[in-house]
Nanobody
């Protein structure tokens, strides 16, 4: 299994970015996918997750971030709008086991990407 994130960068407060995660996995369409982030000196935290039927979000990103997936392209996206300096972090894409719901815990995922850096300037 291989996950490759892209789309990170430097953006001003209030701006937007769209992260992508290309996944090489035969069970992609039936596997939950998650986005997590880790700021310097902090633990990795849940951002958003999506299964084949539902999605979940961290409270602080609800209404600003949207997770989606394209099963034909084996890709999951994170649209991030109205970005704030506190969104600055390395963002990681993660894949869980097929048939399992979208977890908010890192232990719910067994494959991870290398991360893409997002910096929001004030």
């Amino acid at each position: 299994v291989q996950l490759v994130e892209s789309g990170g960068g430097l953006v001003q407060t209030g701006g937007f970015l769209r992260l992508s995660c290309a996944v090489s996995m035969s069970t992609f369409s039936s596997s939950p996918m998650g986005w997590f982030r880790q700021a310097p000196g902090k633990e990795r935290e849940f951002v958003a997750a999506i299964s084949w039927r539902t999605s979940r979000y961290r409270d602080s990103v609800k209404g600003r971030f949207t997770i989606s997936r394209d099963n034909a392209k084996n890709t999951v996206y994170l649209q991030m709008n109205s970005l704030k300096p506190e969104d600055t972090a390395v963002y990681y894409c993660a894949a869980g086991r097929a048939g399992v719901g979208p977890s908010t815990d890192t232990r719910g995922y067994n494959s991870w990407g290398q991360g893409t850096e997002v910096t929001v300037s004030s």
